[in-house]
């Protein structure tokens, strides 16, 4: 507990600097050179920030602390709040990709062959434009990695050609 408790008033601090900061996701991201789910992603704690990216962000952001900075360079504890999907938002994201998911895996199968998209080489944004109709459209992007599952063949197992040869 007192780990998610840390966690917590970490994200609190780093969420004021932004609110202290007046600027949104997309004006950080294109200060940093990244996109703003991942700039999001870093300011939750759900990133961890390369000391490449750390001036960047501290240009971007001057109120953070060298503590903070170094506090979000460490890897971060990846998790979600179960009750987090009861947020109108993100029940509707889940149900959208529940209710295409199933069309979009034929479609990754069909165009690369048995795999999957990566979560962890990956890439989110979100952007606003325009519909035909003049009305605001959400536009989510998920650019992951494609990759393929392997045939699991005895002799790939490092595992056991290690024990077989000791």
Do not use: W
Request: aromatic share 6%; net charge negative; hydrophobic share 35%.
């Amino acid at each position: 507990m007192e780990g998610q408790s840390k966690k917590a008033m970490t994200i609190a601090k780093l969420q004021q600097v932004k609110h202290n900061s007046g600027k949104n996701y997309n004006q950080i991201a294109a200060e940093t050179g990244l996109t703003n789910v991942y700039v999001a992603q870093l300011l939750k704690r759900q990133a961890q920030l390369k000391p490449e990216t750390a001036p960047k962000l501290k240009a971007a952001l001057p109120e953070l602390s060298d503590e903070m900075l170094q506090e979000m360079m460490h890897p971060p504890l990846r998790s979600y709040d179960p009750n987090l999907i009861q947020e109108p938002t993100v029940y509707r994201l889940n149900e959208a990709v529940m209710h295409f998911g199933e069309s979009i895996k034929e479609i990754i199968n069909e165009e690369f062959g048995d795999g999957i998209m990566s979560a962890i080489d990956f890439y989110c944004s979100v952007d606003k434009v325009k519909g035909m109709d003049g009305k605001d459209r959400v536009v989510v992007t998920f650019d992951g990695k494609y990759l393929p599952y392997s045939e699991q063949k005895s002799e790939h197992m490092v595992s056991r050609l290690r024990s077989e040869g000791s």
